[in-house]
């Protein structure tokens, strides 16, 4: 079964820097899709950005990007210029692709803080 | 926003009683999941769904059922609520495999006593 795992249950960043969160996922799979889903206080769940597993070239979406190493199984988010709209917290997630059983896998979770 | 509607928001209920959250949508999307959502553990999938009775298990799924019964509606049930089932609970759909997004509701909490 595929895993997704968020080392980082909190971090911190200040207003205007960028930060990092860290993704690592397990599968055995070849094709599969990465996502990014934000959710504010608002319990709202927010999606962030996606990748392909078959794209090498890396997503972003305005202030968003990701760092995705296939051989790694490794997926970051990166946000610059970080804004105290940012503050939420933030999950990684793995979908698998064909077969009519395709779920989405999340991991923990990292609570970010903007500080101003 | 997707047209997701979870129903109740709120619900406090006892151990032992039955519980069914309903979750209604309008886009005519083939593909309904129920997740659950507590501290520690991130969103966790309980059931899903990829057409109209098709349903199948989650990773936590013992004390769960689920109905789909038309397309637009998913119900999840607890048969006898215990209160290691306090938690939110999300519903989300999307319309295709692979990387459509999912689109999620306002959630439900619940709380079991």
């Known amino acids: 079964a595929q895993t997704v795992t968020q080392s980082q249950p909190e971090m911190s960043v200040q207003e205007a820097e960028t930060v990092t969160l860290s993704c690592t996922y397990d599968?055995?799979?070849?094709?599969?899709?990465l996502f990014w889903y934000k959710q504010p206080p608002s319990r709202q769940m927010i999606l962030v950005i996606r990748?392909?597993?078959?794209?090498?070239q890396n997503a972003t979406e305005n202030r968003f990007s990701v760092n995705f190493q296939k051989a790694a199984k490794s997926f970051s988010l990166k946000i610059s210029d970080s804004q105290l709209g940012d503050a939420a917290m933030y999950f990684c997630?793995?979908?698998?692709?064909?077969?009519?059983?395709?779920?989405?896998?999340f991991g923990k979770g990292t609570k970010l803080t903007v500080n101003p | 926003d997707a047209g997701i509607t979870q129903s109740p928001r709120h619900k406090v209920t006892e151990t032992g009683t039955p519980v069914t959250l309903r979750c209604h949508q309008t886009e005519n999307h083939r593909y309904m999941y129920w997740y659950r959502q507590d501290p520690g553990h991130g969103l966790r999938l309980i059931h899903y769904s990829y057409g109209v009775k098709d349903t199948d298990k989650g990773e936590v799924s013992d004390g769960y059922s689920v109905s789909r019964s038309k397309t637009e509606d998913f119900l999840l049930t607890l048969e006898s609520a215990t209160s290691s089932q306090t938690s939110v609970y999300f519903c989300a759909i999307s319309a295709f495999g692979g990387n459509e997004k999912l689109f999620f509701g306002s959630g439900t909490q619940l709380s079991v006593l």
């Open positions: 990748q392909e597993a078959y794209k090498q």
């Open positions: 997630a793995y979908r698998t692709t064909g077969g009519g059983s395709e779920k989405l896998v």
């Open positions: 599968t055995s799979e070849s094709d599969y899709y």
